[in-house]
């Protein structure tokens, strides 16, 4: 069975330090994961996808992620935050072996605050 | 622009009512899908449409209904029988089903009055 958690629900950081939102997974097989972002009151918008080539995964706005399969994980990082990042952030599992949607997992979500 | 749209932004709805929620995409996806978002939580499957005139219930499907008679076009009932359907609500589309990224529309909040 899949499933996914993020660690933190609230993460708080002072712009221009790093960024560490942690996502754990559970997939008995190859999983393709997602992270997405959501502002308020907006839909989520894709950060970032692995889907079994390169274990780090580039994404939009300086985000990166990587797969470790030894440990479950696919926490996201960002070098320096930037008071823009403030936003909800979601880590998305799915499993591969299936075509449908009831197989596509979302964590419960991480809440990046920026202190100035 | 590609995308997807949601209308209205805003909805309000007296007890007992229907609403109907609109999405639209011209993307020429597949896959689309409904997804229910409260506070502090993350998103909980609805409905999804894997081809036109076929869908299949998600994870919360009591107290809606839905329709796939086009390609660009999955709306989205909330039905009187719906006991607490004050939430968000995010229409997204694939190219098809599985682990293929979605995109999703801007949303609609619904308060129920």
């Known amino acids: 069975a899949q499933s996914v958690t993020q660690l933190d629900s609230h993460v708080s950081v002072s712009e221009g330090t790093p960024v560490l939102l942690r996502c754990n997974y559970s997939s008995s097989y190859s999983p393709s994961l997602f992270w997405y972002v959501q502002h308020p009151n907006k839909g989520l918008q894709l950060l970032l996808k692995?889907?079994?080539?390169?274990?780090l995964v580039k994404g939009i706005n300086g985000f990166e992620a990587e797969f470790k399969k030894s440990e479950t994980s696919f926490h996201l990082t960002k070098p320096s935050a930037h008071m823009s990042d403030a936003a909800e952030y979601f880590c998305v599992v799915s499993d591969d072996r299936y075509s449908s949607a009831s197989k596509i997992i979302f964590g419960s979500g991480t809440r990046l605050s920026i202190r100035p | 622009d590609g995308g997807i749209t949601q209308s209205p932004k805003y909805l309000f709805r007296k007890e007992g009512q229907n609403v109907t929620l609109s999405c639209e995409q011209n993307l020429n996806h597949d896959a689309m899908y409904w997804y229910r978002q409260d506070p502090g939580q993350g998103l909980r499957l609805i409905y999804y449409?894997?081809?036109?005139?076929?869908?299949q219930k998600g994870d919360i499907a009591e107290g809606y209904s839905v329709s796939r008679e086009k390609k660009e076009s999955f709306p989205l009932t909330v039905t009187s029988a719906q006991k607490n359907p004050t939430a968000f609500y995010l229409c997204?589309?694939?190219?098809?089903?599985?682990?293929?990224?979605?995109?999703f529309g801007p949303g609609t909040r619904l308060t129920v009055l």
């Open positions: 692995y889907t079994s080539a390169a274990t």
């Open positions: 997204a589309s694939s190219a098809s089903g599985g682990p293929n990224t979605q995109y």
């Open positions: 449409s894997q081809i036109v005139n076929d869908f």
